[in-house]
């Protein structure tokens, strides 16, 4: 993929808002701290189009981004960071299951998993919304750095456990040595049939 030019477009909370345009889009999903805005940065070549999510008791909002002017990125708000108010964690749910029903040009979504962590309610709750929705799911393990290549295999086994997955539906991903940004790129591109 070569990157001629990003652009935030909006943020918007519910289909009211959402953008108009018709652009296909592909959307990324995970837990808070997974490595979600570093990985759609290092995607996209960078380093500052998205924001962390891990912070606090900020809002929740779906943030569209226009790329090319071919296709749209969409960061949708991190889940389960334990100090976010309640009242904001309730609103996750309705917020994406609305989105993944609702989002007619949408083409795929990438959920991310840290090769650390074993998969929690909500992490399960979107990949069943995703099915429910019948929108392809592309998963990712991030921070692959994190262990080494011969412990992969043992250290991953939750994660499949967890989701039903088998190992060869994931893509690995490292920000530190770019491991797997290419074969995320022809995932997405495949999904937006570009
Ligand atoms: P988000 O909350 O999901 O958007 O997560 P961030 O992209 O902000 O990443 C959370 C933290 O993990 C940051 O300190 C990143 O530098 C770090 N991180 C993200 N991806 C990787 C990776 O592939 N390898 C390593 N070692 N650290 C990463």
Known sequence: ???????????ATHPGNYPEASLPEVAFAGRSNV????????LVNRRGLV???????????LN????NGEFSLVDLPGYGFAKVPLAVKKDWGP???????????????VVLFDIRRVPREEDLD??????????????VITKVDKISRN????QVKPILEATGLPLEAFSFFS???????????????????L
Not at 64 to 67: G, K
Not at 126 to 139: A, G, H, N, R, S
């Open 175 to 193: 920000a530190l040595s770019k491991e797997g940004r290419e074969d995320i790129w022809e995932r997405i591109e495949d999904a937006l049939e």
């Open 35 to 42: 490595g979600k805005s570093t990985l759609i940065n290092t």
């Open 151 to 154: 412990r992969r295999a043992a």
């Open 1 to 11: 993929m070569i990157i001629r030019s990003t652009a935030f477009i909006k943020s």
């Open 64 to 67: 569209f981004f226009d790329i």
């Open 126 to 139: 979107l990949l069943d919304w995703l099915e429910e929705f019948e929108v392809p799911t592309i998963p």
């Open 95 to 109: 917020m994406v299951r609305t989105y993944l029903e609702r989002r007619e040009q949408l083409k795929g979504v």
């Open 51 to 61: 924001r962390t999510s891990s912070t606090p008791g900020r809002t929740q909002l």
